[in-house]
């Protein structure tokens, strides 16, 4: 069993930033992978950023150059520092295991002025 909290989400203006981190409560050796997805009102859920056991990372086109996903093996925790906000952003972002088997609460972001 595997279990997720996300934080850091919140309000931002177009332009913004934001970093949110999702802490794991097994030690990142036994996770071959975490990602980033999220789901705005009326969509359908939208995988965002991925990064492997090794360090290796992938990233939606609607993110790319904007996003980056990286990872605190220490505290088994996985960020996504998010950049350059634009309001198609908005929406609830959730983090994962890269097998999908365990999920996070969510965390909301929005970004409007």
């Known amino acids: 069993q595997v279990q997720l909290v996300e934080s850091g989400g919140g309000l931002v203006q177009p332009g913004g930033s934001l970093r949110l981190s999702c802490a794991a409560s097994v030690s990142w050796f036994r996770i071959t992978g975490m990602g980033w997805s999220r789901q705005a009102p009326g969509k359908q859920r939208e995988w965002v950023a991925g990064?492997?056991?090794?360090?290796?990372?992938a990233y939606a086109d609607s993110v790319k150059g904007r996003f980056t996903i990286s990872r605190d093996t220490a505290k088994n925790t996985v960020y996504l520092q998010m950049n350059n906000l634009k309001p198609e952003d908005t929406a609830v972002y959730y983090c994962?295991?890269?097998?999908?088997?365990?999920w996070g609460q969510g965390t909301q972001v929005t970004v409007s002025s």
């Open positions: 990064i492997r056991s090794g360090s290796t990372t």
């Open positions: 994962h295991t890269i097998s999908g088997d365990y």
